[in-house]
Protein backbone atom coordinates (compact mmCIF):
# COMPACT_ATOMS: atom_id res chain seq x y z
CA UNK A 1 0.00 0.00 0.00
CA UNK A 2 0.96 3.37 -1.05
CA UNK A 3 1.14 5.35 2.19
CA UNK A 4 0.87 9.33 2.06
CA UNK A 5 3.32 11.14 3.87
CA UNK A 6 3.63 14.29 5.41
CA UNK A 7 6.83 15.87 7.08
CA UNK A 8 7.02 19.72 8.24
CA UNK A 9 10.97 20.93 8.18
CA UNK A 10 11.28 17.76 5.64
CA UNK A 11 13.52 19.65 2.97
CA UNK A 12 16.93 19.75 5.15
CA UNK A 13 18.48 17.63 8.40
CA UNK A 14 16.62 14.66 9.78
CA UNK A 15 13.44 15.77 7.82
CA UNK A 16 15.06 15.53 4.58
CA UNK A 17 16.08 12.13 5.51
CA UNK A 18 12.90 11.09 6.98
CA UNK A 19 11.43 11.95 3.75
CA UNK A 20 14.18 9.75 1.65
CA UNK A 21 13.28 6.94 3.83
CA UNK A 22 9.85 6.88 3.11
CA UNK A 23 9.81 7.84 -0.56
CA UNK A 24 12.46 4.86 -0.80
CA UNK A 25 9.47 2.46 0.11
CA UNK A 26 7.24 3.51 -2.26
CA UNK A 27 5.43 6.46 -0.35
CA UNK A 28 4.41 9.46 -1.74
CA UNK A 29 5.86 12.38 0.30
CA UNK A 30 4.92 15.90 1.12
CA UNK A 31 7.26 18.22 2.71
CA UNK A 32 7.05 21.87 4.07
CA UNK A 33 10.52 23.39 5.26
CA UNK A 34 11.38 27.81 5.70
CA UNK A 35 14.35 27.34 4.02
CA UNK A 36 13.77 28.23 0.18
CA UNK A 37 17.16 26.82 -0.80
CA UNK A 38 16.62 23.58 0.45
CA UNK A 39 13.37 23.53 -1.18
CA UNK A 40 14.85 24.21 -4.37
CA UNK A 41 17.39 21.66 -3.83
CA UNK A 42 14.86 18.61 -2.78
CA UNK A 43 12.82 19.60 -5.79
CA UNK A 44 15.18 19.07 -8.10
CA UNK A 45 16.39 15.66 -6.12
CA UNK A 46 12.56 14.71 -6.42
CA UNK A 47 10.65 16.04 -8.48
CA UNK A 48 7.70 13.93 -7.57
CA UNK A 49 7.89 14.89 -3.61
CA UNK A 50 5.81 17.78 -3.11
CA UNK A 51 7.60 20.61 -1.87
CA UNK A 52 6.62 23.90 -0.37
CA UNK A 53 8.25 26.65 1.35
CA UNK A 54 6.22 27.99 4.47
CA UNK A 55 7.24 28.83 7.85
CA UNK A 56 5.22 26.44 10.87
CA UNK A 57 4.47 29.59 12.66
CA UNK A 58 2.37 31.29 9.88
CA UNK A 59 -1.00 30.00 10.03
CA UNK A 60 -2.07 30.75 6.50
CA UNK A 61 0.85 29.98 4.99
CA UNK A 62 0.67 26.35 6.66
CA UNK A 63 -3.18 26.37 5.80
CA UNK A 64 -1.93 26.81 2.38
CA UNK A 65 0.29 24.18 2.54
CA UNK A 66 -2.11 21.49 3.92
CA UNK A 67 -4.82 22.82 1.08
CA UNK A 68 -2.29 22.02 -1.64
CA UNK A 69 -1.75 18.53 0.58
CA UNK A 70 -5.29 17.85 0.68
CA UNK A 71 -5.50 18.83 -2.89
CA UNK A 72 -2.77 15.89 -4.20
CA UNK A 73 -3.47 13.50 -1.71
CA UNK A 74 -7.07 13.53 -0.57
CA UNK A 75 -5.54 12.56 2.83
CA UNK A 76 -3.04 12.16 4.92
CA UNK A 77 -1.76 8.41 6.37
CA UNK A 78 1.64 9.72 8.40
CA UNK A 79 2.08 13.02 10.11
CA UNK A 80 5.42 14.09 11.06
CA UNK A 81 6.12 17.08 13.01
CA UNK A 82 9.55 17.77 12.90
CA UNK A 83 10.59 21.19 12.27
CA UNK A 84 12.39 23.08 14.88
CA UNK A 85 14.72 25.68 16.09
CA UNK A 86 17.60 24.80 19.02
CA UNK A 87 16.90 28.54 20.24
CA UNK A 88 18.99 30.94 22.06
CA UNK A 89 21.33 29.62 24.62
CA UNK A 90 22.25 31.22 27.89
CA UNK A 91 20.97 31.59 31.52
CA UNK A 92 17.33 32.83 32.12
CA UNK A 93 18.28 36.25 32.77
CA UNK A 94 19.94 36.85 29.74
CA UNK A 95 17.62 35.85 27.35
CA UNK A 96 15.23 38.22 25.49
CA UNK A 97 11.54 37.54 25.76
CA UNK A 98 11.34 37.77 21.56
CA UNK A 99 14.21 34.95 20.86
CA UNK A 100 11.98 32.91 23.55
CA UNK A 101 8.82 33.27 22.21
CA UNK A 102 10.02 32.40 18.74
CA UNK A 103 11.83 28.98 20.02
CA UNK A 104 8.49 28.03 21.86
CA UNK A 105 6.56 28.62 18.45
CA UNK A 106 8.15 27.14 15.92
CA UNK A 107 8.82 24.11 17.54
CA UNK A 108 5.50 23.75 19.85
CA UNK A 109 3.17 26.33 17.90
CA UNK A 110 3.84 24.31 14.45
CA UNK A 111 3.13 21.04 15.66
CA UNK A 112 -0.25 22.38 16.98
CA UNK A 113 -1.62 23.60 13.65
CA UNK A 114 -0.01 20.09 11.88
CA UNK A 115 -1.36 18.20 14.20
CA UNK A 116 -4.56 19.87 14.23
CA UNK A 117 -4.78 19.43 10.00
CA UNK A 118 -4.00 15.61 10.59
CA UNK A 119 -6.28 14.96 13.66
CA UNK A 120 -9.62 16.28 11.25
CA UNK A 121 -8.11 14.14 8.02
CA UNK A 122 -7.22 10.90 10.28
CA UNK A 123 -9.74 10.74 12.08
CA UNK A 124 -12.57 10.67 8.97
CA UNK A 125 -10.73 8.01 7.88
CA UNK A 126 -10.47 6.31 11.28
CA UNK A 127 -6.43 5.54 10.73
CA UNK A 128 -3.32 7.22 11.07
CA UNK A 129 -0.11 7.78 12.78
CA UNK A 130 0.99 11.38 14.07
CA UNK A 131 4.76 11.65 15.20
CA UNK A 132 6.16 14.73 17.06
CA UNK A 133 9.92 14.93 16.86
CA UNK A 134 10.76 15.95 20.68
CA UNK A 135 14.21 15.22 22.41
CA UNK A 136 16.40 13.69 25.13
CA UNK A 137 16.08 17.63 26.14
CA UNK A 138 12.06 17.06 26.26
CA UNK A 139 12.89 14.33 29.22
CA UNK A 140 15.69 16.14 31.13
CA UNK A 141 16.48 19.79 32.69
CA UNK A 142 19.00 21.14 30.67
CA UNK A 143 21.10 24.55 31.98
CA UNK A 144 20.95 27.43 29.75
CA UNK A 145 18.47 26.04 26.91
CA UNK A 146 15.39 26.59 28.61
CA UNK A 147 13.50 27.47 25.83
CA UNK A 148 14.27 24.81 23.91
CA UNK A 149 13.76 22.16 26.73
CA UNK A 150 10.03 24.30 27.11
CA UNK A 151 9.24 23.53 23.87
CA UNK A 152 10.26 19.74 24.00
CA UNK A 153 8.78 19.22 27.17
CA UNK A 154 5.43 20.82 25.50
CA UNK A 155 5.67 18.35 22.52
CA UNK A 156 5.55 15.36 24.64
CA UNK A 157 2.50 16.52 26.65
CA UNK A 158 0.88 17.13 23.30
CA UNK A 159 1.38 13.67 21.90
CA UNK A 160 0.54 11.94 25.23
CA UNK A 161 -2.73 14.00 25.26
CA UNK A 162 -3.60 13.75 21.61
CA UNK A 163 -2.67 9.27 21.84
CA UNK A 164 -6.10 9.60 24.21
CA UNK A 165 -7.90 11.34 22.18
CA UNK A 166 -7.46 10.08 19.09
CA UNK A 167 -7.10 6.60 19.68
CA UNK A 168 -10.92 5.54 19.50
CA UNK A 169 -10.77 6.64 15.93
CA UNK A 170 -7.70 3.87 15.25
CA UNK A 171 -4.87 6.99 15.37
CA UNK A 172 -1.56 6.58 16.87
CA UNK A 173 0.54 9.28 18.11
CA UNK A 174 3.71 8.82 19.85
CA UNK A 175 7.16 11.21 19.67
CA UNK A 176 10.70 10.59 19.37
CA UNK A 177 13.31 11.68 21.21
CA UNK A 178 16.66 12.12 19.79
CA UNK A 179 19.91 12.60 21.44
CA UNK A 180 22.72 15.02 20.34
CA UNK A 181 22.23 14.24 16.20
CA UNK A 182 25.72 14.26 13.93
CA UNK A 183 24.99 17.08 11.53
CA UNK A 184 25.02 21.30 10.96
CA UNK A 185 22.26 21.92 13.45
CA UNK A 186 24.37 19.94 15.99
CA UNK A 187 27.30 22.00 15.25
CA UNK A 188 25.17 24.74 16.01
CA UNK A 189 24.51 24.15 19.10
CA UNK A 190 27.51 23.71 20.51
CA UNK A 191 28.73 27.13 19.14
CA UNK A 192 25.58 28.58 20.87
CA UNK A 193 26.50 26.91 23.51
CA UNK A 194 30.24 27.98 23.57
CA UNK A 195 29.20 31.60 22.94
CA UNK A 196 26.59 31.10 26.37
CA UNK A 197 29.05 29.64 28.66
CA UNK A 198 32.55 30.70 27.15
CA UNK A 199 33.74 26.68 27.20
CA UNK A 200 35.40 25.61 24.39
CA UNK A 201 33.40 23.77 21.85
CA UNK A 202 35.47 20.58 22.25
CA UNK A 203 34.88 20.18 25.86
CA UNK A 204 31.26 20.58 25.37
CA UNK A 205 30.84 17.96 22.49
CA UNK A 206 33.08 15.62 24.99
CA UNK A 207 30.12 16.43 27.92
CA UNK A 208 27.99 15.33 25.56
CA UNK A 209 29.21 12.26 24.48
CA UNK A 210 30.71 11.85 27.88
CA UNK A 211 26.82 11.81 28.98
CA UNK A 212 25.83 8.80 26.93
CA UNK A 213 26.05 4.96 27.48
CA UNK A 214 27.13 4.35 23.82
CA UNK A 215 29.66 7.42 23.98
CA UNK A 216 28.82 8.65 20.48
CA UNK A 217 26.52 10.88 18.78
CA UNK A 218 23.70 9.26 16.74
CA UNK A 219 22.81 9.84 13.01
CA UNK A 220 19.81 11.22 11.19
CA UNK A 221 19.31 8.16 9.15
CA UNK A 222 18.96 6.67 12.93
CA UNK A 223 15.81 8.90 13.63
CA UNK A 224 14.71 7.80 10.13
CA UNK A 225 14.90 4.58 10.66
CA UNK A 226 12.91 4.56 13.88
CA UNK A 227 10.26 6.62 12.12
CA UNK A 228 9.51 3.65 9.47
CA UNK A 229 9.30 1.14 12.11
CA UNK A 230 6.50 3.05 13.74
CA UNK A 231 4.53 3.56 10.96
CA UNK A 232 4.84 -0.39 9.77
CA UNK A 233 2.71 -3.12 11.09
CA UNK A 234 5.30 -4.37 13.63
CA UNK A 235 4.25 -0.79 15.08
CA UNK A 236 0.63 -0.88 15.24
CA UNK A 237 0.23 -1.35 18.91
CA UNK A 238 2.86 1.29 20.08
CA UNK A 239 1.08 5.00 21.31
CA UNK A 240 1.11 7.24 23.29
CA UNK A 241 5.22 6.81 23.78
CA UNK A 242 8.11 9.02 23.94
CA UNK A 243 11.10 7.03 21.96
CA UNK A 244 14.41 8.02 22.76
CA UNK A 245 17.11 6.87 20.39
CA UNK A 246 19.85 8.72 21.86
CA UNK A 247 22.33 5.99 22.69
CA UNK A 248 20.98 6.14 26.29
CA UNK A 249 21.25 9.19 28.11
CA UNK A 250 22.75 8.96 31.30
CA UNK A 251 22.96 13.02 32.26
CA UNK A 252 22.40 16.05 30.34
CA UNK A 253 25.03 17.77 32.08
Not at 170 to 194: D, T
Amino acid sequence: MVRRVVITGGASGIGRVMAEAFMALGDRVAVCDYDQKSIRDMEAAYPKCLSYRADVCDEAAMSTFFANVDEAFEGVDILISNAGTGGPAGGIETLIYEDWRTCISVNLDGAFLSCRWAAEAMKAQSSGLILLISSTSGLFGVPYRSPYVSAKWGLIGLMKTLAIELGSANVRVNAICPGAVEGERMERVLSIESEATGRPIAEIREQYTDGVSLRRFITPQNIAEMAVFLASEAGCNISGQAISVDGNTERMV
